[in-house]
C-alpha cells in the first residue's frame, strides 16, 4: 500500500465489520473533508484516508 494520510484505523475483526469506518468516513466528508475507507491487509484494518480528487 502506498503512503497516505490515515484519518483513522477500525480493525478487521470488529464485530460490526466496516461499518464504524464507513460511519466516520461520512462525517468526515459532511463536515467538508472527503473521505473513504480502504483495506490494509498488513494491519488487518479499515483506513480511514483523504478521498482522491477524481
Do not use: C, N, Y
Amino acid at each position: 500500500m502506498s503512503a497516505r494520510e490515515v484519518l483513522g484505523r477500525v480493525s478487521a475483526g470488529h464485530p460490526r465489520g466496516s461499518w464504524p469506518a464507513e460511519e466516520k468516513a461520512a462525517e468526515l466528508t459532511r463536515q467538508g473533508q472527503p473521505a473513504t475507507v480502504v483495506m490494509d491487509p498488513e494491519t488487518d484494518s479499515f483506513l480511514i484516508v483523504p478521498k482522491a480528487a477524481s
